[in-house]
């Protein structure tokens, strides 16, 4: 294997430039250029155990996500490959939305010595991420925030986004919308929730609580609660499902009851993935900018790692879209049409 010392005689350099070079310090550019060509010559890979201890950084950074599904891999599939080009590893936990395992999760990567956590909190309290902060470990929250915490986040609109929505669904003439939504002590949750109501509130409507249904953010959630939605004496003509999973799991139970979608239930998701794309029809959807979400993790956890803490705690919240599609289209429209 070729070392170090290898790498200076080729370039003709001493081996304190090598390592100036591999740590991203300056040099004058004609000789990083014989450096790099060395090293790819060489075929030379640094030695990152003995590089950790001498620069107190292991050039890996921690991500704990509440599941593995498309929406969360996506967007750590962006901060990776970002971070990647900064010279950085990352490491995907997941919580599976469990508090204490998100615990466990952050405290054992913070053992391992990663050099920033990114997190997407499963619940409003956040000790355990305050105590991680303490310690020198700079975090940045993702999707979610937590409450009495100075901390940098990137989050999306999510009362906006609810709002655009149930909106549409009140634009078409619908009064009685149920509402799937999930946990209200995850911020997600709660600020959807806000949306919804807002709503009702902006157009002077009145809310039916009794259509409105608390889950866990599960496919298996979304699948109870729309067939208990669909069991009421009257049930509504529209609904608004506000995570990913749990439209999958309503998108099931409608289909298992013989519902007609929009002919007899007008139906809004939140996040837009494949499977929504390809239903049919085709579904009305809240989307989230998850490359630009991870785009804006990957820049702040980088420039906090770097030492840069100016402007702290920072928060970015990102807009949603309403992609209407058929799903909500007005009956009129489609009463000629075999819709199922």
């Not at 996500?65 to 970002?82: L, N, R, S, T």
């Not at 439209?247 to 099931?252: H, R, V």
């Amino acid at each position: 294997m070729p070392t170090i010392k290898d790498v200076a005689a080729r370039a003709g350099v001493s081996t304190a430039t090598v390592s100036r070079v591999l740590n991203g310090e300056k040099v004058k550019e004609e000789t990083e250029k014989k450096v790099l060509a060395a090293i790819e010559a060489l075929g030379y890979r640094p030695n990152q155990i003995a590089r950790s201890l001498k620069t107190q950084k292991t050039q890996t950074i921690g991500f704990v996500v509440p599941d593995f599904g498309p929406f969360f891999m996506q967007v750590a599939e962006v901060v990776e490959d970002i971070l990647n080009g900064y010279g950085y590893s990352l490491v995907v936990c997941n919580s599976d939305e469990n508090p204490d395992r998100e615990k466990d999760r952050v405290r054992m990567l913070a053992e391992k010595k990663v050099d920033g956590l990114l997190v997407v909190p499963t619940s409003d309290t956040a000790q355990h991420l305050i105590e991680i902060q303490e310690e020198g470990t700079p975090i940045v929250l993702v999707d979610r925030m937590v409450k009495d915490m100075q901390i940098d986040c990137v989050l999306v609109d999510n009362v906006n986004g609810a709002y655009q929505a149930v909106e549409h669904l009140v634009t078409l003439g619908y009064r009685r919308i149920g509402l799937i939504n999930g946990r209200l002590e995850v911020t997600t949750g709660e600020e959807r929730y806000r949306g919804f109501l807002r709503v009702f509130e902006d157009y002077n409507l009145p809310v039916d609580e009794s259509l409105i249904y608390t889950g866990d953010f599960s496919t298996e959630s979304g699948y109870e609660l729309m067939k208990e939605l669909m069991s009421l004496p009257e049930p509504p003509p529209a609904v608004f499902v506000a995570n990913y999973y749990m439209t999958i799991g309503a998108m099931m139970a409608i289909n298992e009851l013989g519902i007609k979608v929009p002919r007899d239930l007008a139906l809004v998701g939140f996040d837009d993935m494949e499977l929504t794309k390809l239903a049919n029809p085709p579904l009305t959807a809240v989307v989230q900018p998850m490359q630009e979400m991870g785009e804006k993790a990957a820049a702040l956890i980088y420039k906090r790692v770097s030492g840069d803490n100016s402007g702290f705690p920072q928060m970015y919240r990102l807009k949603p879209e309403l992609v209407i599609r058929h799903s909500t289209s007005p009956v009129w429209k489609i009463k000629n049409l075999e819709v199922v």
